[in-house]
Antibody, heavy 122, light 107 residues
Framework: EVQLVESGGGLVKPGGSLRLSCAVS????????MNWVRQAPGKGLEWVSSISSSGGYIYYADSVKGRFTISRDNAKNSLYLQMNSLRAEDTAVYYC???????????????WGKGTTVTVSS | DIQMTQSPSSLSASVGDRVTITCRASQGISNYLAWYQQKPGKVPKILIYAASTLQSGVPSRFSGSGSGTDFTLTISSLQPEDVATYYCQKYNSAPLTFGGGTKVEIK
């Protein structure tokens, strides 16, 4: 069974840092690009970042560029999101999601984790 | 960057009604468009990709059409279990922008 399990969320003060992880199983992780998508309370979906299967291509939303860093460890079947200089507007549920086509740098997202909640507040 | 605009932002319809949601891209994206369904308190689920291809397991009452800048998601006969918010998303290139969402309720 394909599974994505996020962890690392929590309460952090403005200006603080947090590292999210996404542990995957049930498919060949090293063959797929991955994404982080977030959803602020009561709001819509916002794409945050994408990373290609090898990690060679990385993309960010303007809202997080320069503050967030996406990475992956294919040996550990894990995806990460390092979040620095956090702001109140970064408060959201963060989902990791797999692209729907092996080898594609970006695509629609066919498998989603259940999400981890990040709250930025003093 | 290309903007994705959905309309309406919400709608209320009766069981059995035909429901249509539109998504407009500010520039052409060919058919690189996906539709997702997010039920209250749940994780988003892919419904349609490549503008009109139904994801495996999705009921046939859902359909998608369009190309270029204008796209539609149609529910041919609305069911109670279709209560959800629906999002379009472009994926021709980064940023992979989502539309603002359309909340569908039963009248």
């Amino acid at each position: 069974e394909v599974q994505l399990v996020e962890s690392g969320g929590g309460l952090v003060k403005p200006g603080g840092s947090l590292r999210l992880s996404c542990a995957v199983s049930g498919f060949t992780f090293s063959s797929y690009s991955m994404n982080w998508v977030r959803q602020a309370p009561g709001k819509g979906l916002e794409w945050v970042s994408s990373i290609s299967s090898s990690g060679g291509y990385i993309y960010y939303a303007d809202s997080v560029k320069g503050r967030f860093t996406i990475s992956r460890d294919n040996a550990k079947n894990s995806l990460y999101l390092q979040m620095n200089s956090l702001r109140a507007e970064d408060t959201a549920v963060y989902y990791c999601a797999r692209v729907g086509k092996e080898g594609a740098p970006y695509y629609y997202m066919d498998v989603w984790g259940k999400g981890t909640t990040v709250t930025v507040s003093s | 960057d290309i903007q994705m605009t959905q309309s309406p932002s919400s709608l209320s319809a009766s069981v059995g009604d035909r429901v249509t949601i539109t998504c407009r891209a500010s520039q052409g994206i060919s058919n690189y468009l996906a539709w997702y369904q997010q039920k209250p308190g749940k994780v988003p689920k892919i419904l349609i990709y490549a503008a009109s291809t139904l994801q495996s397991g999705v009921p046939s009452r859902f359909s998608g059409s369009g190309s270029g800048t204008d796209f539609t998601l149609t529910i041919s006969s609305l069911q109670p279990e279709d209560v959800a918010t629906y999002y379009c998303q472009k994926y021709n290139s980064a940023p992979l922008t989502f539309g603002g969402g359309t909340k569908v309720e039963i009248k």
